[in-house]
């Protein structure tokens, strides 16, 4: 399956893929679009055309500025649209012919990807953070959190431990914050100044599609059915500041200055090829929290990348599949007390972090809570390398994931998830 | 100042008041309006009558079905149309005769309480809970929560310890709930089932109106500029889960199930007669907290009732003055970091208690843990009592407050926060 647009095999955005975003031109409305190759295509002006007519679902949701009213129809539509916009995209296709051969249509509905400005995809209600990451917890939660804490949560193994994060902090990649100021202790005294332990966490996140009403939880075996798409997420954290508020009540001001999502929604759909069963999995699980489907999560591998004075640096290489909960699993537990879901609620894993230094999602992790700074290697290995305990100011951090296809369909990306650290105001 | 309207002492709502809510009647559509005695004014009906075309705002904003609008303009608006409101209601003013005696406006624009459905006020995007409470810290931080903790946090004086809730299961009073499952403990081994410890949480809660920028905080000494006005809330926990599924991260599925607020937001400047200073002030705090000024808390009497087969039994009676930080620290202290509010977004002060048991405004601190159960004396002594460790299916909960004023101004209160456990699903 190719399509008659180019697509390099570098590309995230293959036929395969077909990731939702909005984006907008130099003095035009926010809109709503799919990526394909180094394109977007104006899903607007292609309802405007008739494209999806037959289809038998309210085009309105394609016109607006987030994808969240179209989200919150059925999975069946998105399947719909998903195979329509493939047969419009493929070669040696009717359909791929008409749109390729109809001019003004095709050079209304296309524009570059370099020439677009990205927007948040969703109005996001609610974000939550969860903390499934079988590494990340081994290593954070046995020696670097706490010293009182010298073993893993008890409810780790039972349950997808999760918090409330912060919707009203998430930004879309290529939004720069400042580090954020706080109070914590420096040599026992407690201080109130800008963030010295600024952390990143390499994390992936669901959004949600349809929702569920107060008191209905969402069953494990249906749950997917929930989702609308993936993105991958930086869980900007002040480690200092979390650490000091968060003896009690969990993450506070410590992570909600800034977190960072990539701009392209990936469908659950197109993400089948990479299904892999989560961590330490069979194990014993309460009824709800049993899944019939064995290969409930993902591996992707994601990349996280330190860019200065335009040279790239090697941070980390973490995986989606060092998870011990499904996001099928995390849904049918976030809704099992009766909690509703809304459309456009974002639900992340929580650090992926492998089990070597070199796959730490985390600089807490990498760096043994600053007391030993890594050393970022250059991409162009003639640049040498960066030592870092924590981020520094003018770091900009990228994470890309991009997984390749072993039968043909084409590889799956998502774009990149970048923020750079201001300094202080 | 007295109203044309009758409005009984045990009113809650005096010309003092004025607080606004979202209203509808039989098959209309929800809309804003305000209480007086015991009538609705509907605000909808007053904009489009011309009541409000000099005062230089956009009236739209009150032909919503929510507040949001509205509530993000600025205060001086909020505190013109007030003005105005309390004109056309005071009797023997030139504005009041003009209401009063223009019988078409007059019967369109009235409806009673008893004959009205109350809707949630605001679309809520961010729900944070604080936990502000100087005896609540006293006896839940030191004995109940865990064996582990023997002393208060230590960042509990130094700041507004707070988490991120629940927005999206925020409901308004009167939508019962049924008892969350979950995972938990009992006698050393982890089952999956109905709460069985089950308790309220007696608080009070501001919505914000205008917000901030990310990376934009709020000026201490500006933040009450930020509040549009206030709500009685009962943040329902389930101890068992909360406590088994909390020791890393803080509350989630144990407060994710229903929180219940009062259907009418009391103005910031209703409250100006019930000004005192926080518990424990003056004391030494960083400057982003240092307030200008003293009387920054509020002293309202809430009690907490059990309702149960017609019966009603006292259950606690707490005040809004058991802070040691006010709403302005509170938003300053969220903001400082460089976190957005957004207007809707509410903010809760944790739970009430005094220091006494009667003034306990949870069970797990009136009944030690759910070990000593409580008394609760019914209203009617001739009907003796209930015996409560923690809530029981079918038990209705209720808060009410009614802050007497001491100068004529007018009684101010603010309906009930009610709510009713069903049994679990």
Redesign the interface.
Known sequence: MGSWIEVKDSSDFSLQNLPYGVFSTNGTDARIGVAIGDWVLDLKVLAEGGAFDDLEFDLETLKNTTLNAYAGLEKKVHQKVRQRLQKLLEKDTQLGHVLKENKPLHDKAFFPQSGVNMHLPMKI??YTDF?VGLHHAKTV?TSL?SA??NQI???FY??P?????????V?VSG?P??R????FPVDGE?I?GP?RKLDIEVEFAAFIGRGNE??S?IDVNHAEDHIFGFVLLNDWS?RD?QM???????????K???TTISPWVVPLEALEPFRVAPKETPRKL???LTEKREKSAYDIPIRATLELNSEKYRVADCSTSNVIFSFAQMIA??T???????TG?LIATGTLSGPTREEAGCLLEQTRGGKEPFEMVAEDSSKGSVQRAFCEDNDTIIFAAHAKSNDGLGNVGFGTCQGKVLPA?
């Open positions: 209600g609610n903390f939660n959190i009182s804490i949560c008890p409810c039972n349950l431990i999760a918090y409330n994060g912060r919707a009203s902090s930004v939004t914050f400042h954020p100021r706080g109070q407690v109130s963030c107060l008191g939880p002040a500041i000091y508020e968060a003896t009690l009540m969990g993450p506070f001001n410590g909600s200055f800034c309460p009824e709800y537990h976030h099992s007390g009766g909690c509703p879901l809304r609620d105001i």
